[in-house]
């Protein structure tokens, strides 16, 4: 009987996370572990039960994918970390590779690829969606991307995050208890490290990062 491959899941939709769940649980030769759906409850479901394989969204909320990919390579180097996600950009990848991802699985995808990716990264490979590559290989178009494995100082996130959210530097600094110039200061430090140049890209990153969602549920 072959060994069974133990499975972590994380993803912030429910629906998502109970298909992938129903496809990997279907396999004789594999079993989900665990399951998270943000950042924070999946670094620490993965440190409890230490999977052979984790499947991560790169957009969660608290902690996104890739800096989640990040920790994990230096908290449980056993774990082999696979991202899903519905970003098709080059830069991406990339970065994920970069963190210590073992594979890079668009979610529309999903159903043909992750079973065999599941398995490749079990034993040791890595594995690219051949969508992606054949979206590559035809346009030679790299997308920009902002940058997902920078850290911000706690600061600097939070004059980023109410940004976002459409509050002005007055009520910025007002809410922080800080001067206008240093909202200003922080956010320029923060728009720099993250290579965004424009709001375009700060919500595409906010986005990312579960802050435009917090908003909608509050």
Not at 77 to 104: I, K, S, W
Not at 165 to 182: C, F, P, Q, R, W
Request: glycine share 6%; hydrophobic share 45%; proline share 4%.
């Amino acid at each position: 009987m072959k060994p069974v491959i133990r499975v972590a899941l994380s993803d912030d939709h429910p629906i998502v996370l109970s298909g992938l769940r129903e496809l990997i649980n279907s396999e004789p030769d594999m079993q989900v572990v665990c399951e998270s759906r943000n950042g924070i409850q999946a670094r620490a479901a993965i440190l409890e039960h230490k999977p052979d394989v984790a499947v991560i969204d790169i957009s969660m909320p608290e902690l996104n994918g890739i800096a989640l990919t990040r920790q994990l390579a230096q908290e449980a180097p056993a774990v082999r970390t696979m991202l899903l996600t519905l970003h098709e950009d080059r830069t991406y990848l990339q970065q994920a590779f970069n963190a210590g991802a073992r594979a890079y699985i668009l979610k529309r995808s999903a159903t043909e690829c992750l079973i065999s990716a599941i398995r490749s990264v079990a034993t040791g490979g890595q594995y690219v969606d051949p969508a992606l590559h054949l979206a590559v290989e035809n346009t030679g178009v790299v997308s920009s991307a902002p940058r997902l494995d920078v850290a911000l100082s706690r600061r600097e996130a939070d004059v980023l995050k109410q940004t976002a959210l459409g509050l002005s530097l007055k009520e910025i600094a007002s809410h922080l208890v800080i001067g206008i110039k240093t909202v200003e200061t922080h956010k320029s430090r923060a728009m720099d490290k993250l290579g965004l140049t424009s709001r375009v890209e700060l919500m595409r990153y906010a986005a990312l990062q579960g802050w435009l969602s917090a908003r909608t549920a509050g």
